[in-house]
């Protein structure tokens, strides 16, 4: 039976998202002591609390994480952790592994053990592993929680919020109705939602794809999360044409060959080969680039050691915010990115290439410095002039060129282009294997750099909305994901491998999918490719589910929409037309929902990739000991919304206290401002 005097508390989503509104909850309680109210829980999850979905236990450990070890982290950690309440387990994942090897952690089974033995900091988990970290700290952080916190899985889906009230007129007395897909329902003073990836519909052209497969006996396979797919039921042999190079692409790859019993071994060469099981289909890529993600770089740190931001700082980067000056990204903030990527780049050719000579170099990166230091437009063209005296053109880098490795050359088949990508594979195989002392992985590791301030400058309004729409979203989302958010090596030393066995091919770039109806299969080709284009009976969309709430195919966020509980974020664009932003719209943190007519759901919170509306890179996971406002955001935006969900529960409690508590909502923990950001 409900406890009433409790204050209940629902959790819709109980993956990593979830699982930290679950541990900020816990510690602030804590933190607050004798005077906290009591609070119930409840953990709307139909997977396992703690990896939800995505990051299920029983999924194929061939399926990695882009992240090493050393990156992720569920709770606050580190030296930035010191701002917030005390995490009850404050432990990262790579903090936990080390206890796994040491033997401290029990209830893991062999192949946990066995694959963590084999990781170091810099080494790449598979999925499954992640899973079961997570799946281990919601179980001790709720078995760590102190008195008067009860914390109950509800191990069903929920399909309808509905909003009641005590009193309409009085936001403390207003509580919601969970209905689960079972028919049966909870109730709650206050809703989180941390739904994480959600189905969606189809755009037209795949709705046309999957009606062309249904009319005509082939099989089209829609955006989806990889460990949901039965790829055994594509067939060994058959071509099976695959639209998407990035991460579900590789999840693809390996399930579909070395999942199938091919082997993998280092050549006399020192590349790796390929030997067949036989029981591989015929893959055939393509993507809009033509190419993979790039992978990333052997380190033993996320960012490199070597590289370090002169101008995408912090300080720079926010004074805009802080002048009350809203920056435009191509304008204001790019160029400062683009230098320190350009000195990453040269600075690491001139130290390890040679093919600037060690008596000019000196000169060179002197000159260079000086033009990079100039303010104003002049700079760029300063630095070119620079470059162009110094270093040979083959060794000259354009950062903007680099999402179009192709551009504007033609191949005459597809054995042409295949052989062109193979190279590229082969290249960049080679970089990652030199970390530090690859000048082109160094660009790519300060782009990652300062992609985690740009995170923080951008977020809650930090760029107008068409600059965050055409720039940001527009060219530069899509050329650092390809730079930085890439595979482990492996997967691409993997890949060349699978090319040079025949077992790979690719379409080229700018390709186009459609349905043949004189051979009634699907086909694909690409204009930049002569002669040949792909037919295929299998189609598969290598690629998640869109992350846009308007489209989005869950019965909750379908109903809540419908309701008018809560509606995406629109905007104007600068050509008048209104632009629907992916994600909900919010009000500041907390991050409480907004309603169609524009009134802010006092009780209703939002975090994770919903959030896409106001923040940028909401699928990256929290970065263990990163700044709270930057590679942590996700965290701090946790810490808020606990902040928020406690004084309301304080309030409740004291009648007199109601008509403060709007403005105690959101109060984080020590050293911390108002709405979770710092004063």
Known sequence: MENRESWQVAVIGGGPRGTSVVERLIARHRALGEGAPDLVIHVVEPHEPGPGHIWRTDQSRLFLMNTPCLYPTVVPVGAAAARLAAAPVAWSFDAWRRRVNDGLIAGLDAADAAESSTLTAGGFPSRALYGRYLAWMFSEVVRRAGRGVSVLHCPKEAVRITETADDPGESIGRRWRIELDDGSGLDADDVVLAVGHLPATLTPEQEGLQDAAARHGLQYWPPAVPADVSWNRLPAGKTVLIRGLGLNFFDAMIQLTEGRGGRFSAAADGRLRYEPSGREPRLVAASRRGVPYRAKAALDSYIPRSVTLRYCTPARVLAFRQAGVQPGFDHDIWPLLHRDALWAYYSTLCRTNGHVPAGAAAEFLEELDTALAMEGPAWEAAAGAAVARSVPEEFRLDVEA??????????????????????????????????????????????????????????????????????????????????????????????????????????????????????????????????????????????????????????????????????????????????????????????????????????????????????????????????????????????????????????????????????????????????????
């Open 402 to 679: 680099l999402a179009h490795p192709f551009a504007g050359r033609r191949f005459a088949d597809g054995e042409d282009f295949t052989a062109a990508v193979l190279a590229y594979l082969d290249a960049d195989a080679a970089g990652s294997a030199k970390g530090e002392d690859d000048a082109l992985k160094m660009a790519i590791g300060a782009m990652n750099a300062g992609r985690s301030v740009i995170k923080q400058a951008v977020a809650d309004g930090g760029i107008s909305d068409s600059s965050w729409d055409a720039e940001l979203r527009g060219w530069f989302e899509p050329l650092v994901e390809g730079l930085a958010s890439g595979p482990p090596p492996v997967r691409i030393a993997q890949l060349a491998a699978l090319v040079r066995a025949g077992v790979v091919r690719f379409v080229g770039p700018n390709p186009s999918f459609g349905f043949d109806p004189d051979e009634e299969l699907f086909r694909a080709g690409s204009p930049w490719v002569q002669k040949d284009s792909f037919t295929a009976r299998y189609l598969v969309e290598a690629m998640m589910p869109a992350n846009r709430v308007s489209t989005s195919l869950s019965p909750l966020m379908r109903t809540l929409l419908e309701q008018g509980t809560v509606r995406p974020k629109t905007f104007m664009a600068e050509d008048g037309v209104p632009v629907t932003s992916p994600g909900l719209d919010v009000t500041a943190p907390p991050y409480r929902a907004v309603d169609r007519t524009g009134r802010e759901q006092e009780s209703l919170y939002v975090i994770g990739l919903q959030l896409a509306s106001v923040q940028w890179g909401t699928a990256i996971a929290a970065e263990a000991g990163a700044p709270l406002e930057a590679g942590s955001r996700t965290l701090l935006d946790a810490d808020a919304i606990a902040g928020a969900i406690l004084a309301r529960a304080g309030a409740a409690r004291n009648p007199r206290a109601r008509t403060r508590a709007r403005e105690a909502a959101g109060r984080p923990g020590p050293g911390v401002s108002p709405g979770g950001l710092t004063g």
